[in-house]
C-alpha cells in the first residue's frame, strides 16, 4: 500500500504504537485522524502529525461508527483504517467475567465494529484496507495471561476470516504481530518479561515494521521476526512445542 495522500485512522493513537503510527504514517504524507479515550492525548498527537485528534470508545460500535462518519466527513473516504487499541489482563480462568467481557470489547469486538461499519463502503468504492494490532500472543501464547491470548488469537482469527471472505473485493487486511514493545502494557516488568526473550522493541521500530509490511500487503507484520520461526516449530510439533512453553513459564514464574 502506497500511504501518500491516504485518508488514516489510527486508534489507541495517544501514546505507544498507536502514537509511533500516526506519525509514521504522517511522515509518509498520509492524512492521520488520531483516536483515543485520551482526548487531551489524541488532541496533542492529531496536532503534531497535522489531523484531527478524536475521543472515542472503540469498545462501543456507535462511537466507532461515530468517527468513521466525522473522519470521512473532514478528510474523505477512509483508506486504511489501524484498528490499534488494546489492553491487558493478567490471570487465568479465575480472571472475573466482567474483565474478560471488557478484554473482548476492546481487543476483538473494536475490530469487529470497523470492519462491519467499513468493509461494505469499501467495497463499494473499489477497496480499502484494515490493519489489526493483535500480537505475537495471538499466534502463539501469552504466558501469565489467557484473556490476552485468547482474544488475540481471536482477533488474528477474525482477520483472517476478513482476508479470505472480502480479499477477492479488494479489501487487504493485515495484523502486527509484535513481541515485547516499550510501552506502558510491560511499564516495571524487567526485560519485558516473557515477551521481551528476543528483546524489547521501540514503538518507532514497530511502526517502521508495519510500514514496510504495508508496502508489501503482508498479512502477518512480524517486528519480531523471531516469531515466524516460532510458528513454524508450533505447526511442525505442537507437543514438543507446549513442553518448551511450559519450560519457558517454569523459567519466569514469579517474575512476570
Known sequence: MELTEKVVVVTGGARGIGEALAHRFAAEGAHVAVVDRDAD?????????????LCANVAVEAEIV????????????IDLF????????????????????RIIDVNVMAHLYAARHLVPRMIERGGGYLLNTASAAGLLTQIGSAPYTVTKHAAVALA???????????????????QAVDTAMIAGIDGGGVAGVDGVLSPGAVAEAA???????????????????????????????????RRLQARFDGVG
Open 160 to 178: 483472517e476470516w476478513l482476508s479470505i471472505t472480502y480479499g477477492d473485493a479488494g479489501v487487504k487486511v493485515s495484523v502486527l504481530c509484535p
Open 82 to 101: 489501524c484498528s490499534n487499541a488494546g489492553i491487558l489482563s493478567i490471570g487465568g480462568v479465575e480472571v472475573p467475567d466482567d474483565e474478560w467481557r
Open 41 to 53: 492525548g489524541a488532541r496533542a498527537v492529531g496536532e503534531a502529525v497535522g489531523g484531527p485528534g
Open 211 to 245: 510500514v514496510d509490511g504495508l508496502a508489501a500487503e503482508r498479512f502477518w507484520i512480524l517486528p519480531h521476526a523471531e516469531v515466524a520461526e516460532y510458528v513454524q516449530r508450533k505447526a511442525a510439533d505442537p507437543d514438543r512445542w507446549l513442553a518448551g512453553m
Open 66 to 77: 461515530g468517527v468513521c462518519e466525522q473522519v470521512e466527513a473532514e478528510l474523505g473516504p
